[in-house]
């Protein structure tokens, strides 16, 4: 089986490189290298789902040292990484297929260079979730992904503002690679290509309080990749608002997540077992859950403040980044203790964390590409400048409308699901840990002021008037091209938030097939079958000593059902009182008539939240 996984592996990654040598020659003729690249990107796509599907879903950890000429990188396979490189291959021919008409919004850019970058972007996000070192893959990776990315970050290079988001973009993410570098490197012994399992071995001889320089690294490497506070502040919005739409979405949707990946594998897997080094679980689980939680209130606050829609997305992105953060840090914590029933939850927070990890890839990447089609059909990112757009748009507003409802955690969409999984677990782990209660109830009322944001950018954008004394042509629905990738990810926000139950079970299974996690020795040391509970109703755990359940579960088609029940209940309760409706003009408070000077804009949409929050950073002059 590991010859088979590494040759598709390979032959996959060939794929990307032909690619990105290929396509570029028939850049000039721009949609027919489009549909090339798609088709490049989409058989290699393919070849990386089934690996996805033998590793998730039944395959032990795989390891295996594979040789490029004199040089070997070793590369591990294993269901974890397989549950990344779905999500990576699945969005790459999402935004590749969109990309084919989004990008002659640019027709004074050629697109030689963009088609040389999107396949090395690819290859460079599923280099960084297989390969198995610290060093020289994981080196060759992050660089592969850091400068395509920054190219395409640059695409419009003629505009000053860009290159300099760029610039500092490229700057900061190879300040990241070197703080990870030299964590590595700081493990006593240490080689060029060491396995993680030998560096490992290393670190499990060294005396424990080397722990906080080499995981402080380590952290902050990864951190910066993430996006968290601060760190993600000083990249994010400017690289992501800039940024081709379909890049936007591959940049905040799935290659933030290789940060996220990074943090987990580092502070899961690698975790020496020896009487010198003692991992203090305890006290990192508790610092990541920390910056969690300051990652996801910050986030969203200054994404409330945007006017420009790609901001506001790019700042939201922190936010819900810090929702898996802090889920992560949670469930490290619970992990460490001597509670089995804090244990228990640690199991539900964790799988909460990696759902919200899928759940987040595919409403970002909806947003983004919704933005795009408005600013592809506008002209415009700017929310002041926009409004009205749902009778000229239609199909993208009710697509951009799953999308908020999804991020803002409505049921009976996906962002219910794994938010409420981690609330409600952090809530439950608050009855013995008061700090879990307190980051709980500040997750839960962020989750109102996420709700805020996209009210404000589903209202500015698609039901306030506004476009028609703003755009300078005129505005309808972009093409089945663009409609059709945002369909399908639509119907997967919907999708994951019905059936939360069966992306639970597989990604309990991922950890399960896993080896050499924490959770997976958790998952050992406790008969998880007597304990965890996968249905309908979401995931629970059966608490010993106590009867009855202890539920951390995610309901969204019952409180769907509880919605629908209460609006045919005033539905009925008005038409028993025989009232009519008739239609009338809006009330304009005074004014005759509504133009520009006298509509809502974004200095006024939460004004006095904003005030409040001032403090909070990321404040827009208008």
């Given at each position: 089986m590991n010859s088979d996984v590494y040759g598709i592996l390979l032959t996959a990654m060939g794929i990307l490189l032909a690619s990105s040598v290929i396509v570029p020659f028939a850049a000039g003729k721009r949609k027919y290298a489009g549909w090339l690249n798609f088709l490049f990107v989409t058989v290699a796509g393919v070849m990386l789902l089934n690996i996805s599907y033998i590793t998730v879903f039944g395959s032990s950890q795989l390891s295996q040292l594979l040789h490029f000429g004199p040089v070997g990188i070793y590369f591990m396979v294993d269901s974890f990484s397989g549950f990344f490189i779905a999500i990576i291959a699945f969005m790459a021919m999402i935004s590749a297929f969109y990309s084919i008409s989004y990008m002659e919004h640019y027709p004074e850019y050629s697109l030689r260079g963009f088609y040389v970058s999107y396949p090395l972007f690819i290859l460079?996000?599923?280099?960084?979730?297989?390969?198995?070192?610290?060093?020289?893959?994981?080196?060759?990776?992050?660089?592969?992904?850091?400068?395509?990315?920054?190219?395409?970050?640059?695409?419009?290079?003629?505009?000053?503002?860009?290159?300099?988001?760029?610039?500092?973009?490229?700057?900061?993410?190879?300040?990241?690679?070197?703080?990870?570098?030299?964590?590595?490197?700081?493990?006593?012994?240490?080689?060029?290509?060491?396995?993680?399992?030998?560096?490992?071995?290393?670190?499990?001889?060294?005396?424990?309080?080397?722990?906080?320089?080499?995981?402080?690294?380590?952290?902050?490497?990864?951190?910066?990749?993430?996006?968290?506070?601060?760190?993600?502040?000083?990249?994010?919005?400017?690289?992501?608002?800039?940024?081709?739409?379909?890049?936007?979405?591959?940049?905040s949707g799935v290659m933030l997540k290789t940060g996220v990946y990074g943090i987990l594998r580092t502070f899961f897997w690698m975790v020496p077992h020896s009487e010198t080094f003692h991992y203090n679980g305890s006290f990192w689980g508790i610092l990541i859950a920390s910056i969690g939680v300051v990652t996801l209130f910050i986030g969203t606050v200054q994404s409330m403040k945007q006017n420009d829609s790609k901001r506001l997305l790019a700042y939201s992105s922190i936010g819900q980044v810090g929702y898996i953060i802090f889920g992560i840090g949670a469930a490290l914590f619970m992990f460490n203790t001597q509670s089995e029933f804090l244990r228990l939850l640690g199991v539900i927070t964790i799988i909460g964390a990696v759902y919200h990890v899928l759940n987040h890839a595919v409403f970002k990447g909806l947003l983004f590409l919704t933005s795009g089609s408005v600013l592809f059909a506008t002209g415009t990112k700017d929310l002041n400048r926009l409004g009205g757009l749902l009778k000229l748009m239609p199909v993208s507003a009710v697509l951009a409308g799953i999308a908020a409802l999804s991020i803002s955690g409505v049921p009976p969409f996906s962002g219910f699901a794994?938010?409420?999984?981690?609330?409600?677990?952090?809530?439950?782990?608050?009855?013995?840990?008061?700090?879990?209660?307190?980051?709980?109830?500040?997750?839960?009322?962020?989750?109102?002021?996420?709700?805020?944001?996209?009210?404000?950018?589903?209202?500015?954008?698609?039901?306030?008037?506004?476009?028609?004394?703003?755009?300078?042509?005129?505005?309808?629905?972009?093409?089945?091209?663009?409609?059709l990738p945002k369909i399908v990810l639509a119907a997967l926000c919907i999708l994951q938030g019905l059936l939360p139950f069966v992306y639970f079970q597989t990604i309990i299974g991922v950890f399960q097939y896993s080896k050499g996690s924490i959770v997976y020795s958790v998952f050992n040391s406790i008969n998880m079958n007597d304990h965890l509970f996968s249905s309908m109703m979401g995931v629970s755990v059966s608490v010993p000593g106590i009867s009855g359940i202890a539920s951390s579960a995610a309901v969204p088609a019952v409180v769907l059902l509880v919605f629908l029940g209460a609006l045919l209940f005033s539905y009925l309760l008005r038409r028993s009182g025989g009232s009519e409706e008739r239609e009338a003009d809006t009330w304009m408070c005074g004014y005759q008539d509504l133009h520009n000077g006298n509509r809502y804009l974004n200095r006024s949409m939460f004004a006095s939240l904003k005030s409040i929050f001032r403090w909070t950073g990321g404040n827009v002059k208008e």
């Amino acid at each position: 089986m590991n010859s088979d996984v590494y040759g598709i592996l390979l032959t996959a990654m060939g794929i990307l490189l032909a690619s990105s040598v290929i396509v570029p020659f028939a850049a000039g003729k721009r949609k027919y290298a489009g549909w090339l690249n798609f088709l490049f990107v989409t058989v290699a796509g393919v070849m990386l789902l089934n690996i996805s599907y033998i590793t998730v879903f039944g395959s032990s950890q795989l390891s295996q040292l594979l040789h490029f000429g004199p040089v070997g990188i070793y590369f591990m396979v294993d269901s974890f990484s397989g549950f990344f490189i779905a999500i990576i291959a699945f969005m790459a021919m999402i935004s590749a297929f969109y990309s084919i008409s989004y990008m002659e919004h640019y027709p004074e850019y050629s697109l030689r260079g963009f088609y040389v970058s999107y396949p090395l972007f690819i290859l460079g996000m599923i280099g960084m979730v297989t390969v198995d070192d610290l060093s020289l893959g994981f080196t060759i990776s992050w660089q592969l992904m850091t400068i395509a990315s920054y190219f395409l970050v640059k695409f419009e290079y003629r505009k000053p503002e860009i290159v300099r988001g760029a610039n500092k973009y490229l700057v900061l993410m190879e300040l990241a690679w070197v703080f990870i570098i030299i964590g590595t490197f700081m493990v006593q012994g240490a080689g060029i290509g060491d396995s993680l399992h030998t560096i490992v071995q290393k670190m499990g001889a060294m005396p424990g309080n080397y722990q906080y320089l080499i995981y402080g690294l380590i952290l902050c490497g990864f951190g910066f990749k993430a996006g968290i506070f601060p760190l993600g502040q000083l990249w994010l919005p400017d690289a992501h608002s800039v940024a081709p739409s379909p890049i936007s979405a591959l940049l905040s949707g799935v290659m933030l997540k290789t940060g996220v990946y990074g943090i987990l594998r580092t502070f899961f897997w690698m975790v020496p077992h020896s009487e010198t080094f003692h991992y203090n679980g305890s006290f990192w689980g508790i610092l990541i859950a920390s910056i969690g939680v300051v990652t996801l209130f910050i986030g969203t606050v200054q994404s409330m403040k945007q006017n420009d829609s790609k901001r506001l997305l790019a700042y939201s992105s922190i936010g819900q980044v810090g929702y898996i953060i802090f889920g992560i840090g949670a469930a490290l914590f619970m992990f460490n203790t001597q509670s089995e029933f804090l244990r228990l939850l640690g199991v539900i927070t964790i799988i909460g964390a990696v759902y919200h990890v899928l759940n987040h890839a595919v409403f970002k990447g909806l947003l983004f590409l919704t933005s795009g089609s408005v600013l592809f059909a506008t002209g415009t990112k700017d929310l002041n400048r926009l409004g009205g757009l749902l009778k000229l748009m239609p199909v993208s507003a009710v697509l951009a409308g799953i999308a908020a409802l999804s991020i803002s955690g409505v049921p009976p969409f996906s962002g219910f699901a794994s938010k409420w999984t981690l609330i409600s677990s952090s809530l439950l782990a608050g009855s013995e840990v008061l700090f879990l209660l307190i980051f709980g109830i500040i997750a839960l009322f962020t989750s109102a002021i996420t709700l805020s944001c996209y009210v404000k950018f589903f209202g500015m954008t698609f039901t306030a008037s506004g476009h028609e004394w703003n755009a300078g042509h005129k505005v309808k629905e972009v093409s089945a091209g663009m409609l059709l990738p945002k369909i399908v990810l639509a119907a997967l926000c919907i999708l994951q938030g019905l059936l939360p139950f069966v992306y639970f079970q597989t990604i309990i299974g991922v950890f399960q097939y896993s080896k050499g996690s924490i959770v997976y020795s958790v998952f050992n040391s406790i008969n998880m079958n007597d304990h965890l509970f996968s249905s309908m109703m979401g995931v629970s755990v059966s608490v010993p000593g106590i009867s009855g359940i202890a539920s951390s579960a995610a309901v969204p088609a019952v409180v769907l059902l509880v919605f629908l029940g209460a609006l045919l209940f005033s539905y009925l309760l008005r038409r028993s009182g025989g009232s009519e409706e008739r239609e009338a003009d809006t009330w304009m408070c005074g004014y005759q008539d509504l133009h520009n000077g006298n509509r809502y804009l974004n200095r006024s949409m939460f004004a006095s939240l904003k005030s409040i929050f001032r403090w909070t950073g990321g404040n827009v002059k208008e």
